[in-house]
């Protein structure tokens, strides 16, 4: 609505609320879930059984925005949303996502930009934290007519033209996740300057399990840094097999070496590896994180 | 389709590109719903939909269909909610134009908190979770704290005991039926848009609105000089006409290279904003009062100095640096440029009467000042402007005097012959509605042998866009003492929007750099800070301000050295110095009406709290309780009352009502002669044989007279002695993530006697919210190639929310003012201007870090700390 009243997007739009299918949480037979698009991230965040099956999602849900955007806001709005990069907004500047044939945030300010280059010229980090924990789950997007897609195929970072690869008019249904891993701990965790209510100079989504205190499997992914979420294999390779107070500091000490920073995002390559530090070791502790 | 709000069964429209907002506002006129960001952020929008808190600003009205929507209006049943009498008795807002939100959420989350807690406190936590989406630009925020945990404790169930809460309009505040200029929409009312320049430097050829009615903003010069400035306005018979009639506009500019760089912007090479003497003298201006002389060479103007055996200073400087003097301390401070964004918008709704008068209902901080500018601009008599504000959602400088709205929306309520309304977009509020200017300040300050103050000399560039202005500097002629000292302030100016004062103008950038370097000096002093400035601070009121603070466990028992971990708890202190101000031709008119004694002065309420000044004065002189006083303010018709501006209000109001008061008794004692007269209350008899009665209160002179002995040309007067605050802050540093949170504060003020201690409590508290949000979040930021404005939404500029906000306790000491009329003088611009340099002394306490530049972004203290 506020690009609408910016004319920063065109009418006419559709209002999904009516199509009662499209919205609430499915449970299937092997137990995993579904969940329509129009599912609020309140309803995510506030779900019991998704608690318990997928925290780091709703641990990721209940973080992001406020509680009056949370109630109104959708998880397919959430994967969809465009990017908050400042020229991308204001109407006074052309960029890459506008038709125009440069972007103007590499040569002017880009201190919230992107930190890993995926072969963008676009500098506007990906906005979706919802989708940055559904990749850290492997979740797959159904979208209408179409078969469903890994989340992260929703996106292309080399692609400066836009924020997601469907066309207009296309339609998301719903989420499917996997099967819960049992003993799952986790944790969310964004890097801001206020303690709330800020998007996040980067983000962090960690799932571990555990047995008998060492690291069985590990899903790291991160956010604001880079045109879609990432994953961090390096570091979920690191934390396999891990153990004891040092792990987090240890399985993290690649990251920076991954970053590929813009003249003025260089802070975020050591502050997205303390993010997923803080994150996992949240989600180390004995109780486990989220 | 068909909605139901507050229990009534409503049809809505089927558009979904109207929002949820302007349907129950424009639709329904139920304007206790506001929008302040329309990116739903503010809060300010709230609505429940069945029961739960949603923003409707970024909501089409289409999503309304079958639910149940509950506006401010319907909080509690038709019955006030106990959040609602708890915000009132809790003085939980200062303009309240963000209270019906912050209500709307806190009543839903109170009656979710108590089924499921029973009747217990919450957390400061939980609280602030829960009010995360909310924002109050004054802010207010441990008073909502205070509201909210007592509401859910069920301290404020019974109705009827409830007794007078401490601000005179919180019940129309806390229900939604205070009404701003925003909400006032006069039938046939016209809307305006301003439209406004694309680029930076350029010749306006030509501009063509095609047949909507205008009215043209640019100068004679025909030029433009930052990206935002007005062009001209248009006008159509709804909001969504006039936008589409200011898309229309074709503006044929003629580009001129600009200068929008600060740093580069003194070169030989850098285009000039001013290049003729005709321009240089009609620059635009950041100052409150005039603008000192000084010379122009290109872009940079100055230096304008001050001082006291400047060239000594300069020497023992020099030899200081030549020999490596340890005492001598060193900095270079930055300051961004900070901007005011009241929750509500500038906004104006002109209309002209059938014998020619103007009537103004404004957002505006100076009522009076802007009709006789109205006035003179338009060649009316005095009397033929009208100019109402009845609340006026925060101001904080950015509303002073006959703005580009006010002359817009007039100029087109003449062309239409219709009433027109005027309200800035947040955009426009973010980019061209003024803002502090940002300063780089140069410090060379150095202790003697004996450990006084030796020598200081500071260089400040002031960096307000197209605006001049700047005294930073020499506002340093008023502290510590005689020592020498060299002041010298320079403008710096650039193809970039201007500036305004803002709360406190200079003092917030020279205390950033001066507050720290003075801290510098005790550190290598090995001295206590406020044991330093004890010795090197002449100002008695402020000495005990210091032995309250020394004396405070927080300072007593903090750990000296070096903290270590990822966590790191430091305690930093600053002091501060402020003008006295007054507007001697203040009056209060009180009428006896009913039996009701009705004050009655124009004075615009920005949050400050006058009308509690004037209604406390008035109950506690006539003994009458709360009931029987009513006060009238926000028009220019009535007695002459001073601008919100420059800490001026209450020092002048105050006395003005008192006076007032005592004239009402004097014919109270002539009416019931052969009764008493005495110093009891007013009773039925008494107010009944005063039926009608009315009387003026003026503003006496104070003992000893003015510093000015003639008023200044905004109306003011400089009195007699300072103003002066100390600020201790306890922050934790998270050394890995880069954040600095206050946890607690305490606020030392000596301003004299408060006259409504509750209000002033919390105007005391909102300074040091802004002061963090200065010291922490706040920059706005500019493209560097173009100087467009890019943090031009509230979630891109970051003022404080709630959960920032540490607990605070002011502490008043009131002594040190029994020279002037009433004993009190004004609060809203010492208790702000140092907060950001405690912070910063904090931080060095917490870190061994000094931080030179604001705001002190988590990449920047990474940076500091030496984060790799």
């Known amino acids: 609505m506020a690009r609408l009243s910016e004319g920063l997007a065109a009418a006419p739009f559709t209002d999904l609320h009516r199509v009662r299918e499209l919205r609430g949480v499915e449970w299937r037979a092997d137990g995993s879930a579904r969940i329509g698009s129009t599912t609020t991230v309140a309803e995510i965040a506030a779900d019991a059984r998704l608690r318990s099956a997928y925290p780091a999602l709703t641990a990721t849900a209940g973080a992001l925005a406020t509680p009056q955007i949370r109630a109104v806001a959708t998880l397919g709005g959430n994967l969809l949303q465009r990017n908050r990069c400042p020229y991308y907004r204001s109407a006074a500047f052309d960029c890459l996502q506008k038709g125009g044939d440069s972007c103007p945030a590499r040569a002017g300010d880009h201190l919230h930009g992107t930190a890993v280059d995926q072969g963008a010229d676009c500098v506007a980090p990906h906005p979706s934290s919802l989708a940055v924990a559904l990749l850290a789950y492997g979740a797959d997007v159904e979208v209408e007519g179409a078969g469903p897609r890994p989340v992260g195929d929703l996106y292309d970072g080399s692609d400066s033209t836009r924020d997601h690869v469907l066309e207009a008019g296309a339609l998301v249904t719903g989420v499917a996740l996997p099967v819960p891993a049992a003993g799952e701990s986790a944790a969310y965790r964004r890097a801001t300057s206020r303690s709330r209510a800020e998007w996040p100079l980067v983000e962090a989504v960690v799932r571990v399990v555990r047995t008998g205190g060492a690291v069985t499997e590990a899903a790291v992914a991160a956010g604001a840094v880079a045109r879609t979420p990432l994953r961090l294999p390096e570091v979920e390779r690191a934390l396999v097999g891990a153990s004891g107070p040092d792990a987090a500091a240890a399985a993290v000490a690649p990251v920076p070496a991954l970053c590929s920073p813009l003249p003025q995002t260089g802070y975020k390559a050591v502050l997205l590896r303390d993010t997923v530090r803080d994150a996992l070791e949240r989600a180390l502790e004995p109780q486990g994180g989220a | ?868």
């Open chain 2, 1 to 868: 389709m068909g909605t139901t709000v507050n229990g009534t069964p409503t049809q809505i429209g089927a558009d979904p590109a109207t929002t949820a907002a302007e349907f129950v506002r424009d639709g329904l006129g139920l304007t206790g719903t506001k929008t302040a960001c329309n990116a739903g952020v503010c809060g300010s929008c709230t609505l429940l939909l069945d029961g739960t808190p949603a923003a409707s600003c970024l909501l089409p009205v289409t999503a309304l269909e079958g639910r149940a929507v509950t506006t401010v209006e319907g909080v509690g049943d038709g019955a006030e909610h106990p959040v609602q009498r708890a915000f009132a008795a809790h003085d939980a807002m200062q303009c309240g134009y963000c209270t019906p939100g912050f209500v709307v959420e806190a009543a839903a989350f109170v009656d979710r908190h108590r089924a499921e807690h029973g009747d217990t406190a919450p957390t400061r936590d939980e609280i602030a979770d829960a009010l995360a989406g909310h924002l109050c630009r004054c802010g207010a925020y441990p008073g909502i704290y205070a509201a909210v945990a007592a509401a859910c404790a069920g301290e404020h169930d019974d109705d009827a005991a409830a007794s007078a809460p401490p601000r005179a309009e919180a019940a129309e505040k806390v229900s939604g039926r205070a009404r701003y200029t925003t909400d006032v929409r006069p039938e046939g009312c016209w809307e305006a848009v301003i439209v406004r320049s694309t680029r930076a430097h350029a010749q306006v050829q030509s501009v063509d609105a095609g047949g909507a009615p205008q009215v043209d903003l640019l100068g004679a010069d025909r030029t433009v000089r930052y990206v935002g400035q007005p062009l001209l306005a248009v006008a159509a018979p709804t909001a969504a006409k006039a936008r589409a009639a200011a898309e229309q506009v074709r503006v044929d500019y003629r580009d001129l290279p600009a200068a929008v760089d600060p740093a580069t912007t003194h070169r030989p090479e850098a285009p000039v904003v001013y290049p003729t003497r005709a321009e240089r003298g009609a620059a635009l201006t950041h100052a409150e009062g005039g603008v000192p002389p000084a010379r122009w060479r290109g872009n940079v103007r100055g230096p304008f100095s001050l001082g006291w055996r400047g060239a000594t200073a300069v020497k023992r400087i020099g030899d200081a640096a030549r020999r490596g003097d340890p005492r001598l301390v060193t900095g270079a401070f930055q300051t961004p440029a900070q901007v005011h964004t009241p929750l509500e918008p500038h906004a104006c709704v002109a209309r002209w009467d059938d014998s020619g008068g103007l009537h103004l209902h404004a957002s505006t901080q100076s009522v009076m000042a802007l009709a006789e500018a109205a006035a003179k601009h338009w060649d009316l008599p005095r009397e033929r402007v009208h100019v109402t504000a009845e609340h006026v959602g925060g101001g904080f400088g950015a509303k002073a005097g006959l703005r580009v709205e006010n002359i817009a929306a007039a100029e087109l309520a003449r062309a239409t012959g219709a009433p027109v309304r005027l309200v800035f977009h947040r955009a426009a509020e973010l980019t061209d509605a003024g803002h502090r200017p940002g300063a780089r300040i140069e410090v060379n300050l150095l202790a003697g042998p004996g450990g006084d103050l030796a020598a200081l000399t500071m260089d400040a560039y002031s960096d307000g866009g197209a605006s001049i202005g700047g005294t930073v500097a020499v506002m340093g002629r008023l502290v510590y003492g005689h020592a020498p000292r060299r002041l010298r302030d320079f403008d710096v100016v650039t193809h970039r929007p201007p500036g305004a004062p803002f709360r406190g103008p200079n003092g917030a950038q020279l205390l950033w750099a001066l507050e720290q370097s003075v801290d510098d000096a005790a550190h290598r002093l090995g001295e206590d800070p406020i044991a330093l400035r004890r010795r090197w601070d002449g100002n008695r009121k402020r000495h005990a301000l210091y032995d309250w603070a020394a004396a405070l466990p927080v300072w007593r028992e903090r750990s000296k050295g070096a903290a270590s971990g990822r966590f790191r708890r430091g305690v930093g202190m600053a002091a501060a110095n402020w003008l006295y101000l007054l507007d001697r031709s203040t009056a209060v008119d009180l009428v006896v009406e009913d039996g009701t004694v009705v004050a009655e002065t124009g004075v615009q309420d920005i949050g400050t709290g006058a009308r509690s000044v004037v209604a406390d004065v008035v109950r506690g002189e006539l003994g009458l309780p709360a009931e029987r006083v009513a006060v009238r303010t926000g028009s220019s018709d009535l007695a002459y009352a001073p601008a919100s501006t420059g800490s001026r209000t209450t020092a002048s109001l105050g006395p003005a009502a008192r006076d007032a008061a005592a004239k009402l008794r004097e014919e109270a004692s002539r009416r019931a002669e052969g009764a008493p007269g005495g110093s009891g209350g007013l009773d039925a008899a008494a107010l009944a044989a005063l039926e009608g009665v009315r009387v003026r209160g003026g503003r006496r002179r104070d003992r000893r007279g003015y510093v000015t002995p003639f008023s200044l040309s905004d109306g003011g007067t400089v009195g007699r002695g300072f103003t002066g605050a100390v600020h201790v802050m306890e922050v934790e540093v998270d050394t890995l993530l880069g954040t600095v949170r206050p946890t607690r504060c305490w606020a030392g003020i000596s301003a004299g006697r408060m006259y409504a201690e509750r209000p002033a409590r919390n105007q005391c508290e909102g300074g040091v919210v802004q002061g963090i949000g200065y010291a922490l979040y706040e920059q706005r930021r500019d493209d560097p190639l173009t100087g467009a404005v890019l943090t031009a939404n509230l979630e891109d500029y970051r003022i404080p929310g709630i959960g920032d906000t540490p607990e605070i306790t002011v502490h008043f000491h009131e002594k040190g003012w029994e020279h002037v009329t009433g004993g009190g003088v004004g609060i809203g611009e010492v208790s702000t201007i140092g907060v950001a340099a405690a912070v910063g002394n904090a931080v060095f306490d917490a870190t061994g870090w000094r931080p030179h530049d604001l705001p002190i972004r988590p990449d920047r203290l990474l940076e500091g700390i030496g984060a790799k």
